[in-house]
T-cell receptor
Framework: RKEVEQDPGPFNVPEGATVAFNCTYS??????FFWYRQDCRKEPKLLMS???SGNEDGRFTAQLNRASQYISLLIRDSKLSDSATYLC??????????FGTGTSLTVIP | GAVVSQHPSWVICKSGTSVKIECRSL??????MFWYRQFPKQSLMLMAT?????????EQGVEKDKFLINHASLTLSTLTVTSAHPEDSSFYIC????????FGDGTRLSIL
């Protein structure tokens, strides 16, 4: 079983739509959780950390469900510029970081 | 804060050449850096964990004699691809802690 699993998509949504991604992790002792976005042929960029209480940054909301071992990312009012691959990353508290394979999002005009 | 710089961003070399890639943490000290490789349309693959002042820890299947890692200071780690061949062509990305991983710009390596 993979440490981190994501639906690869692709998700194709119209501008203005709300879209949600989930990511499940296998290690119940995982400590830190992150969402990154990666544009084509570019490096991943940290979008947001995910906290137990949930956190919001503008149109982006991240949530953590420890009981079910998943994290989610919600994007409201999608923009064309949101088109990218979204990576879920889980840390075990040490130097081990586990990456999902990424979820591809395309926002259509 | 937490800016990571990688150099060069793009390199094209003949087969058999050795290529050195630098990863620098610009505004923080990084005791640990990570080196990844990413092939087109695939996810990041961790190659090794670079620890300042000690030997790197390589992932299974990564040849340590082929991919030499040196982390001589708290702000610099280097990856040298020795005697590179076309199959080594890839996107190489470094990252550094603290907290989350902060990625360098990546190096696109093309071996002819």
């Amino acid at each position: 079983r993979k440490e981190v699993e994501q639906d690869p998509g692709p998700f194709n949504v119209p501008e203005g739509a709300t879209v949600a991604f989930n990511c499940t992790y296998s290690n119940s002792a995982s400590q830190s959780f992150f969402w990154y976005r990666q544009d084509c042929r570019k490096e991943p960029k940290l979008l947001m950390s995910v906290y137990s209480s949930g956190n919001e940054d503008g149109r982006f909301t991240a949530q953590l469900n420890r009981a079910s071992q998943y994290i989610s990312l919600l994007i409201r009012d999608s923009k064309l510029s949101d088109s990218a691959t979204y990576l879920c990353v889980v840390n075990d508290g040490g130097n081990q970081f586990y990456f999902g394979t990424g979820t591809s999002l395309t926002v259509i005009p | 804060g937490a800016v990571v710089s990688q150099h060069p961003s793009w390199v094209i070399c003949k087969s058999g050449t050795s290529v050195k890639i630098e990863c620098r943490s610009l505004d923080f000290q990084a005791t640990t850096m990570f080196w990844y490789r990413q092939f087109p349309k695939q996810s990041l693959m961790l190659m090794a964990t670079s620890n300042e002042g000690s030997k790197a820890t390589y992932e299974q299947g990564v040849e340590k004699d082929k991919f030499l890692i040196n982390h001589a200071s708290l702000t610099l780690s280097t990856l040298t691809v020795t005697s590179a061949h076309p199959e080594d062509s890839s996107f190489y990305i470094c990252s550094a802690l603290p907290g989350a991983q902060h990625f360098g710009d990546g190096t696109r390596l093309s071996i002819l």
